[in-house]
T-cell receptor, first 112, second 113 residues
Framework: EAGVTQFPSHSVIEKGQTVTLRCDPI?????LYWYRRVMGKEIKFLLH????????ESGMPNNRFLAERTGGTYSTLKVQPAELEDSGVYFC??????????FGQGTRLTVV | AQTVTQSQPEMSVQEAETVTLSCTYD???????LFWYKQPPSRQMILVIR??????QNATENRFSVNFQKAAKSFSLKISDSQLGDAAMYFC??????????FGAGTILRVKS
């Protein structure tokens, strides 16, 4: 069984550019979460999808961030325009039942 | 709001020795999950151990065990017979059933040979 897959593993972009991160959850997992860790700080929740619906997007920092989950399968997180403070590692996790979340390897985003 | 506190930014342990990582949390809920995740330099977050709050028995997974004190809201991780491969960042996390994870700041564990 394939795990949670994230693309790309690393992205370096200039301030003001747009970046799209992708997460492919484990097949059959209705719950998909996005988290991020800004350098030296805690891992923070961004949002939670149940199938294609946003269950909780209370962690989205501002309207420069847009998350979608097409057909309840993979999800994308777009940052437009990117700012320096958006640099960090973005994690995706999926789960089928509560208490069992599987994480992807993360995408390291560097905004210069 | 729930919070998770890891008071040890960094810990060191000699290979084959035992080390305990501390975690406290704050919640008004009675049912929830607690986790320890490991993040090695490769970045993949790996679940180390999980505890369900309604279970009084402390969870164990081979060399990893927890000391869960519900009343004190404490959830420490003990690693026995430490190995070089245990070196990583360890995160304590809380989950209210089916909801988001709340993480602590992490503890870097260094294992000395």
């Amino acid at each position: 069984e394939a795990g949670v897959t994230q693309f790309p593993s690393h992205s370096v972009i200039e301030k003001g550019q747009t970046v799209t991160l992708r997460c492919d959850p484990i097949s059959g997992h209705d719950n998909l979460y996005w988290y991020r860790r800004v350098m030296g700080k805690e891992i923070k929740f961004l949002l939670h999808f149940v199938k294609e619906s946003k269950q909780d997007e209370s962690g989205m920092p501002n309207n420069r961030f847009l998350a979608e989950r097409t057909g309840g399968t993979y999800s994308t997180l777009k940052v437009q325009p990117a700012e320096l403070e958006d640099s960090g590692v973005y994690f995706c996790a999926s789960s089928k039942v509560p208490g069992v979340a599987f994480f992807g390897q993360g995408t390291r985003l560097t905004v210069v | 709001a729930q919070t998770v506190t890891q008071s040890q930014p960094e810990m060191s342990v000699q290979e084959a020795e035992t080390v305990t990582l501390s975690c406290t949390y704050d919640t008004s809920e009675s049912d929830y999950y607690l986790f320890w995740y490991k993040q090695p330099p490769s970045r993949q977050m790996i679940l180390v151990i999980r505890q369900e709050a309604y279970k009084q028995q402390n969870a164990t997974e081979n060399r990893f065990s927890v000391n869960f004190q519900k009343a004190a809201k404490s959830f420490s991780l003990k690693i026995s017979d430490s190995q070089l491969g245990d070196a990583a960042m360890y995160f304590c996390a809380y989950e209210e059933y089916g909801n988001k994870l709340v993480f602590g700041a992490g503890t870097i564990l260094r294992v000395k040979s």
